[in-house]
């Protein structure tokens, strides 16, 4: 197998053992560099059941181009943006923007050409399982998008977004926990696969009292769907 | 409890087999376009459907299948050995000690939330039945795109070969740590420190109540005192009705002696 695609299956293959974000970033800017990767970010686009709401997460960007993109409006009208929920695998800017052949997509192409020096991006989607919409996004002016190093490339934008997510929010500790006891409470027992009704009578109050702690706990999680809450929750410990 | 239906205690489960082959027309021909699936009276089957095939399968108490996953041994072949072996760069993908699961599905009912126990109890339950037989390597293989919720399944999986373009996607195949520090480790993650896998024994006749066992086993093994107290209670009003035979004064000293203890 070639050093570069050995080198991409190692890091996935030793990703989970990494304790700090700044490591795995560093391993992964190293294993990407031979494929032309000269920026990456992990984005997170839409959660279900809410609005589009572009959000940054981590990476190496270009900040002109990002202030640039942001001020400008740019996410609902990229063909990229779009094309993310349209499809699993991994697409580049030229092959969204055919797809799509907007002036707006015209104009972010010829953009980042000018403001950041790149015209070769790969979006990767990213599916979570709470139903959250994402990507990570590589480019560089001689990205390799050749057939054969796609999916490698793939795999390595999934585990950087899966472990690096869980080590970014990871810090979060049990006193930033937003949810009461008996929202954390109810959401065990989500988990567990018990219905409203059921709850009720383990904790010896009413359904419609159960119902209200579970959207209480999903308002203040920020989330949509009591998936989301759980899983949410589940990450950061505090469904022990 | 996760049921382990074998060779040996399969004519326990006839219907139950049936439902699963069904899901699983459904889930994978129906839902996931797996087309070339062969699939005959709205059930899919395939070569590796024999008798060295293990299926740990949850129901549901109406007796549906709520998840399901195929285990085989792979000496004599397996699907990555025998049709995507450049899937597989470390190690082996076939030889004794290396299983493979294939097949894995949950019904649409228990996707989400919902699902969470019955996942977990069946991922432990694999674990517990590749760590008894002794397995030295357990190999799946899945898209790309769902590596990423693999991470929550509370198994410790790597990737064993660069993924490769199929028809409907882009596959990946996988390894999950199956030593018994392993299985530690998930039943910690997934906080479920008892017994997940029930085998129903051969010898029992075929009708018996096979989910009743199960449900039994997972009281006497694993319900704290007060459920097996409520469950003595149950045993003494049959006991009250079933006359001449049969002593469950044994059985109820035993779940007293466990109550007390």
Known sequence: MRKDFQDALNFAREAENATDFQALEARFSEVTRPFGVEYYAADVAAAPGQALRPRF???????????????????????????????LKPFTWQEAYARRPTAA?????????????????????????????????????????????????????????????????????????????????????????????????????????????????????????RTQAVIQSWRRGWLV | MIHLITAENRHLYGPQIE?????RAEYFVGGRGWTALRVENGQERDAYDDDRALYLVGFETSGEVAASVRLRPSDDGSVLSDIFPHLVAEGESRGPGIYEMTRYFGS?????????????????????????????????????????????????????????????????AFEVG???????????????????????PAWLPEGSDVLAL????????????????????????????????????????????????
């Not at chain 1, 960007?61 to 779009?82: E, M, Q």
């Not at chain 1, 998008?145 to 490698?152: A, C, G, L, N, Y």
């Not at chain 2, 199956?178 to 129903?200: H, S, V």
């Open chain 2, 214 to 261: 199960a449900d039994a086993t997972n009281v006497i093994l694993n319900a704290p005192a007060t459920g097996r107290r409520k469950a003595m209670t149950t045993v003494r009003e049959v006991e009250a009705s079933w006359q001449p035979q049969g002593d469950l004064q044994a059985l109820i000293a035993r779940m007293g002696e466990r109550v007390a203890a």
């Open chain 2, 19 to 23: 439902a699963m082959h069904r899901a």
């Open chain 1, 57 to 87: 997460l981590f990476g190496r960007v270009n900040s002109d181009w990002t202030r640039h993109y942001l001020r400008a409006g740019y996410a609902p009208v990229d063909p990229c943006v779009a094309m993310l929920f349209e499809t």
């Open chain 2, 108 to 172: 649409r009912a228990r996707r989400g939330a919902s699902g969470f126990a019955v996942r977990s109890a069946l991922h432990v339950a694999t674990l517990e039945a590749v760590v008894e037989r002794g397995a030295g390597r357990l190999l799946g293989f899945t898209d790309v795109a769902a590596l990423t919720l693999l991470r929550y399944t509370g198994w410790r999986v790597r990737p064993v070969g660069l993924p490769a373009d199929y028809e409907e996607g882009t596959a990946v």
């Open chain 1, 105 to 225: 997509g015209r104009r972010i192409l010829d953009e980042v050409r000018e403001i950041a020096g790149v015209d070769k991006g790969l979006v990767v989607p990213i599916h979570d399982r709470d139903g959250e919409t994402g990507a990570v996004v590589l480019s560089g002016a001689d990205l390799d998008v050749s057939p054969e190093v796609r999916p490698v490339l793939h795999l390595l934008a999934v585990y950087f977004n899966g472990v690096g997510r869980d080590l970014v929010e990871l810090p979060m500790r049990d006193d930033d926990c937003p949810l009461t006891d008996r929202q954390r409470e109810c959401l065990r027992w989500v988990m567990d696969g018990k219905s409203d009704w059921e709850i009720g009578e383990i904790l010896s109050i009413s359904e419609h009292t159960v119902h209200k702690h579970i959207e209480a706990g999903k308002r203040a999680l920020d989330v949509g769907t």
């Open chain 2, 178 to 200: 199956c030593a018994p520090a392993d299985l530690a480790e998930t039943r910690a993650r997934l906080q479920l420190a008892g017994r997940q896998l029930f085998e129903a």
